[in-house]
């Protein structure tokens, strides 16, 4: 079992940064994709960003490219979301979710991912 949880989640005007951290534990890291996903009210949930192993390879939504950085320590168990120019679109759920160890494709969607935190909310007021 991998334990996930997520934090660094809150308010913020639009225009404005967060930084999301997500901190693992139980069975091995460093050798599984991770992933961040959000879920807005009335809406499904859906991928952000994820990111390989290594931290080499990375993917993201098109709606956050150029906003939003994915990266990881894998010395610390933890994966963040560097969230700039928040947009009050950007206002959902936030969670971490983990693929099972020894799969190498930074997936994209839910279905690809074995473990899932709880969640932080974000949220952008205009």
């Known amino acids: 079992q991998v334990q996930l949880v997520e934090s660094g989640g809150g308010l913020v005007q639009a225009g404005g940064s967060l930084r999301l951290s997500c901190a693992a534990s139980?069975?091995?890291?460093?050798?599984?994709?991770m992933g961040w996903f959000r879920q807005a009210p009335g809406k499904e949930r859906e991928f952000v960003a994820a990111?390989?192993?290594?931290?080499?390879?990375?993917r993201y939504a098109d709606s956050v490219k150029g906003r939003f950085t994915i990266s990881r320590d894998n010395a610390k168990n933890t994966v963040y979301l560097q969230m700039n120019s928040l947009k009050p679109e950007d206002t959902a759920v936030y969670y971490c979710a983990a693929r099972n160890a020894g799969y190498a494709s930074v997936a994209v969607t839910t279905r690809e991912y074995d473990y899932w935190g709880q969640g932080t909310q974000v949220t952008v007021s205009s």
């Open positions: 139980g069975r091995t890291f460093s050798n599984r994709v």
């Open positions: 990111i390989s192993w290594s931290g080499g390879a990375t």
